[in-house]
């Protein structure tokens, strides 16, 4: 509910020369929500609010309502009110890195919750991506991914594990806290520079959809990456599964 965390909003007030009226406080509620005086879940005050404050029209209060909803930061529930959405994390189609890299650039602190982790024989589809035989062993880690204690994601990671050699795999404890292209980069020498990936848009299965703490059938996003090294050796499979109302990919021309 929006309690005492309007004050902010209702503290400013509307200029003749700064743009159209729906505009300001459209921009005044995109910085109550940025700066933490809504957070994901919470109301914003109604159009009749907005109007009272302000002394708008019912219009120009839906207008400004309306332009956050365009920019996703607000969902509309019938009956109930306007309410901030989960923000989501981006990421960029035009850089591949690892789900840790990717979370720390953006000032988001990564963690894992291992589900499983060990050398097993590769599938087929395993075996294909990486140009191995169907009976060659590979090392799988299963993990959920989180941003800041936020579920994001589900991922299964298989690595070949003739790049391994005598060297140990990383233990569950690591993988729960830890880089798996950090590891990869420390123990095996090995510099991931590039791949191919195919993102889908997909409807989560019953099981995947509690492991991600969403409804079943859900929209999801699902990343199949082959990850290369310098020398174009397949070196990951992975598939990622993201929940689709807290991750995106960006792309830009």
Excluded at 70 to 91: H, M
């Amino acid at each position: 509910m929006t309690g005492d965390k309007t004050e902010g909003w209702r503290a400013r007030v509307l200029k003749d020369h700064a743009g159209p009226r729906w505009k300001q406080i459209a921009e005044w509620l995109r910085d109550a929500i940025r700066d933490g005086e809504f957070s994901p879940g919470d109301f914003l005050p109604t159009e009749s609010v907005i109007n009272e404050v302000f002394g708008v029209s019912r219009t120009t209060s839906r207008n400004a309502l309306n332009q956050l909803v365009s920019e996703g930061l607000v969902t509309r529930r019938p009956g109930s009110g306007t309410v901030v959405a989960d923000l989501r994390v981006e990421q960029p189609l035009t850089r591949l890195s690892g789900f840790s890299e990717d979370m720390l650039q953006r000032g988001l602190t990564p963690s894992f919750r291992v589900l499983s982790c060990g050398f097993r024989q590769a599938s087929e589809e395993v075996a294909l991506a990486l140009g191995i035989a169907s009976h060659d062993r590979v090392f799988l880690s299963e993990r959920i991914l989180m941003a800041n204690d936020r579920i994001i994601g589900h991922s299964r990671s298989w690595i070949r594990s003739d790049v391994m050699h005598q060297t140990a795999p990383p233990e569950a404890d690591f993988l729960s806290r830890g880089s798996l292209y950090e590891w990869i980069a420390d123990h095996l020498g090995i510099e991931i520079i590039g791949g191919v990936e195919y993102i889908e848009a997909k409807r989560s299965e019953e099981t995947l959809a509690e492991l991600l703490d969403i409804d079943a059938q859900a929209p999801v996003l699902v990343a199949s990456r082959v990850a290369r090294d310098r020398r174009e050796l397949p070196i990951e499979y992975a598939v990622v599964t993201y929940r689709a109302d807290r991750y995106r990919f960006r792309l830009d021309l």
